[in-house]
Antibody, heavy 120, light 106 residues
């Protein structure tokens, strides 16, 4: 059974870069017609899609975050990563990773999420 | 950019009630619509994909319908474990826009 687990720092300073990793178990990031997404939820707000990476390495990003975000795939470690730079308090959120599946690219498997606080 | 709206934003219901939540997109998304259940501190759970397909393992009291711009999620008989927030999401564009959510409480 496919499982995703986010890992990374819980506290990051303003202006710094956030690095998160999603460790994939029970399946391979390199197989199938999948995309691998990052999503976040700021406190008291709704879900926001950040971007995704295909198993080819191609990426798509939210226009509102495109200038600050990079998502990459590491097939040797069976994981994918998020980097978000120039952090502000508005980036404080629970960050989730998820798999997009099939023609409809629905997100069928999610990690449990990791809380990131941006504060000095 | 595509916009997703949901109504109502919240509702109160009792176990056994039939609950209907509406999701609307600002442009046609045919059937590229998913529904998720989200509880505090937990990962969102996929309920419905392709507007009306029930995800494996999801109880049959959940159903989805709609096409184009208007969609509904129906819970036929609300159970105590169904009190949660429900989100719709489009996957027609490459932006995977979520609706703002509908909180279902007692």
């Amino acid at each position: 059974q496919l499982q995703l687990q986010e890992s990374g720092p819980g506290l990051v300073r303003p202006s710094e870069t956030l690095s998160l990793t999603c460790i994939v178990s029970g399946g391979s990031v390199s197989m199938g017609s999948y995309r691998w997404s990052w999503i976040r939820q700021p406190p008291g707000e709704g879900l926001e899609w950040i971007g995704c990476v295909y198993n080819s390495g191609r990426t798509n990003y939210s226009p509102s975050l495109k200038s600050r975000v990079a998502i990459s795939l590491d097939m040797s470690r069976n994981q994918f990563s998020l980097r978000l730079n120039s952090l502000t308090a508005a980036d404080t959120a629970v960050y989730y990773c998820a798999r997009n599946l099939g023609q409809y690219q629905y997100m069928d498997v999610w990690g449990k999420g990791t809380t990131v606080t941006v504060s000095s | 950019d595509i916009q997703m709206t949901q109504s109502p934003s919240s509702l109160s219901a009792s176990p056994g009630d039939r609950v209907t939540i509406t999701c609307r997109s600002s442009q046609t998304i045919t059937t590229y619509l998913s529904w998720f259940q989200h509880k505090p501190g937990k990962a969102p759970r996929l309920l419905i994909y392709a507007a009306s397909s029930l995800q494996s393992g999801v109880p049959s009291r959940f159903s989805g319908s709609g096409y184009g711009t208007d969609f509904t999620l129906t819970i036929s008989s609300l159970q105590p474990e169904d009190f949660a927030t429900y989100f719709c999401q489009e996957s027609y564009t490459t932006q995977f826009t979520f609706g703002p959510g509908t909180k279902v409480d007692i």
